[in-house]
């Protein structure tokens, strides 16, 4: 069984589509990785498998195995001094350049299995939940601290298909739980809400709610503007009595990482959860684009909002 070594099995679920669960996921899997855990992540979003896009492996393609797949590497763990498993990173820098410690962290999608990225998936519910089934059952994770499930919107074949499995193939304490991702407008919120009751009906635990999209990190200033309002996911999680993870305003710079690869840099006195944001140097062309996408993250604003809600969540798993 694929999922034997994995020690917990984390959903990142929304009722409504756009609000940033691919985004969410993709800087889960960062952060627990730099926390130093193994980490691997599933994209079950069929008709819009956008994982690949995030973590710059599009062009990457999955190797066969006997009976399933081996996922596609994002970078290898690293120590202190270099390297865990010696040799280049995935984007063929030397492990000496680095020196920040983290674990291991690879991919798998039907991105990978398209002949061309923009190819449309048209299926039908049956072959949905078989491929859902599949990913579960033969795709070769190997030790992993953490398996993150990025999932598509609603609660459809692929959401029944996928807890089904789960509930049969993982022990009660390897199923962690869910992240629930929404916005703060209203109309997203009513649309979540059932996202939280389908996990109820399905045994599912929330271990939290994502407010995505709150606020905008101004790329000029020193300022972040509440575009979308704020707040109504935290009332929505108080209203079910489950955790609030906290608010993530939308960052042009994490965009621009994401979209070119480019080391995020603020204007001076830009300040996010107490830490200020600086280029720590990084001011030419080559400086900002040199490295893994996992160092270049480090000097993100939203990275030390996810470090606050990892530790929390790993903490509550824990318990």
Same mark, same amino acid.
């Given at each position: /069984? ?9 959903? =990142? ?9 691919s ?5 889960? @899997? ?23 896009r995030?973590?710059?492996?599009? #062009? ?10 081996? *996922?596609?590497?994002? %970078? ?8 865990? %498993? ?15 410690p983290?674990?291991?962290? %690879? ?27 599949q990913?579960? +059952? ?13 999932? *598509?919107?609603?609660?459809?074949d ?9 509930? $049969?193939?993982? #022990?009660?304490?390897?199923? @962690?739980?869910?992240? =629930?991702? +929404?916005?703060?407008? @209203? ?6 809400k ?11 635990k =929330?271990?939290g =709610?994502?407010?995505? /999209? ?15 309002? $704020?707040? &109504? ?31 995020p840099v ?10 200020? /944001?600086? +280029? ?10 040199? &490295?893994?996408?996992?160092? $270049?993250? #480090? ?17 509550? /798993?824990?318990?």
């Amino acid at each position: /069984m694929s999922l034997q070594d994995v020690k917990h099995v984390l959903l =990142v679920l929304s009722g409504k589509g756009g609000v940033g669960k691919s985004s969410v996921t993709t800087q889960l @899997a960062l952060t627990l990785s730099l926390q130093g855990f193994s980490v691997g992540v599933l994209d079950v979003d069929l008709t819009g498998p956008s994982i690949p896009r995030f973590f710059g492996i599009e #062009t990457a393609k999955v190797r066969q195995a006997p009976g399933g797949w081996i *996922p596609v590497p994002v %970078h290898e763990a690293q120590g202190a001094g270099g390297d865990l %498993h010696g040799g280049e990173g995935s984007n063929g820098h030397s492990a000496n350049e680095h020196s920040r410690p983290y674990g291991s962290l %690879h991919c798998m999608s039907l991105g990978f299995l398209l002949a061309n990225r923009g190819d449309a998936v048209v299926w039908r519910g049956p072959k949905k939940t078989a491929m859902v089934r599949q990913f579960l +059952t033969d795709v070769y994770w190997g030790s992993l601290d953490y398996l993150l499930i990025d999932t *598509p919107p609603g609660t459809s074949d692929e959401h029944i298909s996928l807890v089904e499995t789960l509930l $049969k193939q993982a #022990t009660p304490s390897q199923l @962690a739980g869910a992240v =629930v991702v +929404t916005t703060p407008q @209203a109309i997203s919120i009513s649309d979540v809400k059932k996202e939280i009751n389908f996990c109820r009906k399905t045994g599912v635990k =929330v271990l939290g =709610v994502v407010e995505n /999209m709150a606020g905008f990190v101004c790329p000029n200033c020193s300022e972040c503007t509440n575009v979308f309002s $704020k707040g &109504g996911g935290q009332v929505m999680a108080a209203e079910f009595g489950v955790p609030f993870l906290g608010s993530v305003p939308i960052d042009p710079m994490f965009i621009r990482l994401i979209e070119e690869g480019k080391r995020p840099v603020y204007p001076q006195g830009t300040v996010i959860d107490g830490k200020a /944001m600086d +280029t720590n140097g990084h001011t030419d062309d080559a400086a900002l684009t040199d &490295g893994r996408l996992i160092d $270049k993250y #480090t000097s993100c604003s939203l990275h030390p909002l996810f470090d606050g809600m990892v530790r929390q969540l790993v903490q509550d /798993m824990g318990t």
